[in-house]
């Protein structure tokens, strides 16, 4: 039973689609997180969301738009894709035990 | 705002050799430091994580972390390494323990174990 599941794994785009990535946790917690790792793995936070509210945003285009229909569940929507969105996609959630669960991922490519 | 230092890309060790993995970390108040490691295509997976007590943690596969707190540092180690260790380590810092807190990542370490 995977906790925490990202769909789809893999996303190839031309430039100026909308896309979604979904996912889903089966973990009970409260708060949920999107990061951006790029091409030099560089891990940065995107949004985070605590029982459907929007609690983080970190200076994220507001092409990206994150929505949280229940507290298991944060998709991520993309707007005007450009090529340099193209990066690995993750999800995560997280309770009072401070660490976080990742997924596994979503690696978009933008061409 | 806190932050994380990884001060070395890459680290590589012989097979059966100790291993060393550096993290230091700049927090205002109290630290929660956690290391993940990435397997290649893979997702993050937490190895441990330091809260509070003990200023050594054990974690997962074998893997140990010194808090220290003079030296603001957090360095994972291994006893004795295998090919398999083989992967992307991660060093994180937690701001806190609200909703509103974030993990910070550090730029990560690509650990290599020869035979």
């Known amino acids: 039973d995977t906790a925490v599941s990202q769909t789809p794994k893999y996303l190839v785009t031309q430039m100026g689609n909308d896309k979604s990535i979904k996912c889903e946790q089966n973990?009970?917690?409260?708060?949920m997180y999107w990061y951006k790792q790029d091409s030099k793995k560089f891990l940065k936070i995107m949004f985070s969301?605590?029982?459907?509210?929007?609690?983080i945003n970190e200076t994220v285009p507001n092409r990206f738009s994150p929505k949280s229909p229940d507290k298991a569940h944060l998709n991520l929507h993309i707007n005007s894709l450009e090529l340099g969105d193209s990066a690995v996609y993750f999800c995560?959630?997280?309770?009072?035990?401070?660490?976080?669960?990742f997924g596994s991922g979503t690696r978009l490519t933008v061409v | 705002a806190q932050s994380v230092a990884q001060p070395e890309d890459q680290v590589n060790v012989a097979e059966g050799n100790p291993l060393t993995v550096k993290c230091t970390y700049s927090v205002s108040g109290n630290p929660y430091l956690f290391w993940y490691v990435q397997y290649p295509n893979r997702g993050l997976q937490f190895l441990l994580k330091y809260i509070t007590g003990d200023n050594l943690v054990k974690g997962s596969y074998g893997f140990e972390a010194e808090f220290n707190k003079s030296q603001t540092s957090f360095h994972l180690k291994k006893p004795s390494a295998l090919v398999s260790d083989s992967a992307l380590y991660f060093c994180?810092?937690?701001?806190?323990?609200?909703?509103?807190?974030?993990?910070?990542f550090g730029s990560g370490t690509r650990l290599s174990i020869r035979p």
């Open positions: 969301y605590n029982n459907k509210e929007l609690i």
């Open positions: 973990l009970g917690h409260d708060t």
């Open positions: 994180a810092v937690r701001d806190g323990v609200s909703s509103a807190s974030k993990i910070i």
């Open positions: 995560a959630s997280s309770q009072l035990d401070y660490g976080y669960t």
